[in-house]
């Protein structure tokens, strides 16, 4: 029996590649890829459906990987540019298809599937793209699309007689028309929408990700974990301030306290906690004031003349402040 790698998100379109090539009696290895960007398992996001459920219902294995920091390093600088925003796709394609070839000789394999539809996406899914990708991921002629397969040259797979191209597809373009009435046919009967999930083509992450490494060009995990979260400010080029808007973030919001970071919460009232970083050891009795002000000014006690606010972490204390003016606030906070 035929094996192959499955680079699956959980969105239609390589669950759809997955089961196409299950109905040809393959034996397929999915793999998901957790980003720090959204679009992974974990997210609920429309490409980060959870693909354990996919595989138990139809019959596959799954494995997971992380890229981890080769991922952000090619947000950072990605060779073939970013997208509209900050989605570097062909390079992610690329690494991605770098980690599923490992897996595949791992688990002796024959080739790789991915839910690829030629025009779909602008970036990465133009005809002229998918040679590129597959050159500099070092897997030419391994890579099977099934959806869009007969618009293409035959891969190995196919020369091989390992797949059988007649029941492969020729979708093309951004309709996802053939792929519901695809989806109907094999029993696929509950799909996300297609909204893109991943947070680096969403344009008010993207600028927080931008602001970010503007200031910041080594930020850490810990800081990008923090973009998805809160309203933002930025009070020195080396100084940022988080404030949860929900009871959610403000546990987020402290389990990302670290050594260098400080958070602040109203006492006795319905207040956001709000996380202050800065690596380079300038908290300021100036910037504890700030802060302790922006914090009282989302607090339910905003329109008190004094608020004590409290604070702990890499400094310990507490402080009467006036809530800070709107315009104020305003001024620091990073517009999106």
Not at 118 to 133: A, D, H
Not at 178 to 207: F, K, R, S, V
Not at 268 to 292: C, F, H, Q
Request: net charge neutral.
């Amino acid at each position: 029996m035929a094996k192959a790698v499955a680079l699956l998100s959980g969105g239609l379109d390589s669950t759809l590649a997955v089961l196409v090539l299950l109905r040809q009696n393959i034996e397929i290895t999915a793999v998901t890829f957790q980003t720090y960007f959204g679009c992974d398992a974990s997210s609920v996001s429309s490409c980060g459906r959870p693909t354990f459920d996919l595989a138990a219902k139809f019959g596959f294995d799954v494995e997971t990987i992380t890229l981890g920091e080769s991922f952000i390093d090619i947000v950072k600088n990605p060779r073939h540019g970013h997208g509209k925003n900050m989605n570097p796709c062909i390079d992610c394609r690329i690494l991605m298809l770098k980690e599923a070839l490992k897996l595949m000789h791992s688990i002796g394999a024959d080739f790789l599937v991915t839910g690829e539809v030629l025009g779909q996406r602008p970036m990465s899914q133009r005809r002229e793209c998918f040679p590129l990708i597959d050159r500099d991921a070092g897997v030419e002629g391994y890579v099977l699309r099934p959806l869009c397969a007969k618009l293409l040259k035959p891969t190995i797979a196919e020369d091989n007689g390992l797949v059988d191209r007649a029941q492969l597809y020729a979708m093309n373009g951004r309709t996802r028309k053939p792929q519901m009435a695809l989806a109907e046919e094999l029993g696929l009967t509950e799909y996300p929408a297609p909204a893109g999930g991943c947070l680096l083509t969403d344009p008010i992450y993207a600028h927080r990700l931008k602001e970010l490494l503007h200031y910041a060009p080594d930020a850490s995990i810990r800081d990008i974990s923090l973009l998805q979260i809160g309203r933002h400010f930025r009070l020195t080029p080396t100084c940022k301030a988080v404030v949860g808007r929900n009871e959610s973030e403000n546990e987020k919001i402290e389990l990302l306290i670290n050594s260098d970071s400080v958070l602040f919460t109203v006492t006795d009232v319905g207040s956001p906690t709000t996380i202050l970083g800065d690596k380079d050891n300038t908290v300021t009795a100036d910037l504890i004031r700030l802060t302790a002000s922006i914090t009282a000014r989302y607090s339910d006690a905003k329109k008190e003349k004094e608020v004590e606010v409290v604070y702990w972490g890499k400094i310990n204390g507490k402080i009467t402040v006036n809530p800070a003016n709107p315009y104020v606030a305003e001024s620091y906070r990073i517009k999106e």
